[in-house]
């Protein structure tokens, strides 16, 4: 969805190092989310935030932390980069309207960790 | 919520009707019921969702039996551009503060 933007695209990085990956919705959603994917395990949730003041883990937030810049951003940082943190890795947004919540993903940023 | 169980894979020929079904045997009176698509390197994309018996859009139809254990998202006629993997999802009408668990999904092969 174009609405919602991620960069980088792809990063290749060395253990140890501090990344940021970045995510910016125009959609006006309150909710934010990131992901990440590895072959054959599907999608976990590493956190998500309702609005600009809450943060929550999900089931894999070590070795991951986020902040909450504005309603329309959301980032994620690796603190010190290690090899197993190599996925695609998914922003997404959503809004609990009509007793529903509909997710809107990003276009993935590849990280690879030497 | 409700915890989901799929298949993990599914092969289909080309012009064949699809059905993919879901069980979720502990669902609630308030859990409503999405699926979402996705394509390889892209992020899900939602394609229908429904609350019970039968739920039709220029994309799939979803069927819901009257006990809500489970759920079957229809594909007609699937083409080679329909493999993707499936995932479906059970929400909370209520308040929806808890999020949407993902899953491995069910991964369709379309074969010419």
């Known amino acids: 969805d174009a609405d919602v933007t991620q960069t980088p695209r792809n990063r290749i990085t060395k253990t140890g190092k501090r990344i940021m990956l970045e995510c910016s919705q125009t959609k006006g959603h309150d909710r934010m989310y990131w992901y990440r994917q590895d072959p054959g395990l599907g999608l976990r949730l590493i956190y998500y935030?309702?609005?600009?003041?809450?943060?929550n883990k999900g089931e894999i937030s070590d070795g991951y932390s986020v902040s909450r810049q504005a309603q329309a951003k959301f980032s994620l940082s690796l603190e010190s980069a290690i090899p197993n943190q190599t996925a695609l890795y998914f922003c997404?947004?959503?809004?609990?309207?009509?007793?529903?919540?509909?997710?809107?993903f990003g276009p993935g940023t590849r990280l690879t960790v030497l | 919520l409700a915890k989901t169980t799929q298949p993990i894979s599914m092969d289909s020929y080309e012009g064949q009707e699809v059905n993919i079904t879901c069980s979720h045997n502990n669902i609630a009176t308030n859990d409503y019921i999405t699926w979402y698509q996705q394509f390889p390197s892209q992020g899900p994309r939602f394609i229908i969702q429904g609350y019970k018996t039968k739920v039709t859009n220029e994309v799939a139809s979803l069927f819901i039996p009257a006990d809500r254990k489970s759920s079957t998202l229809s594909l007609p006629r699937v083409s080679l551009s329909d493999t993707a993997v499936y995932y479906c999802l059970v929400g909370d009408m209520d308040s929806g503060n808890t999020p949407l668990v993902f899953g491995k999904g069910t991964r369709l092969s379309v074969i010419a």
């Open positions: 997404a947004t959503s809004d609990f309207v009509g007793n529903t919540d509909t997710q809107y």
């Open positions: 935030s309702f609005d600009v003041k809450d943060i």
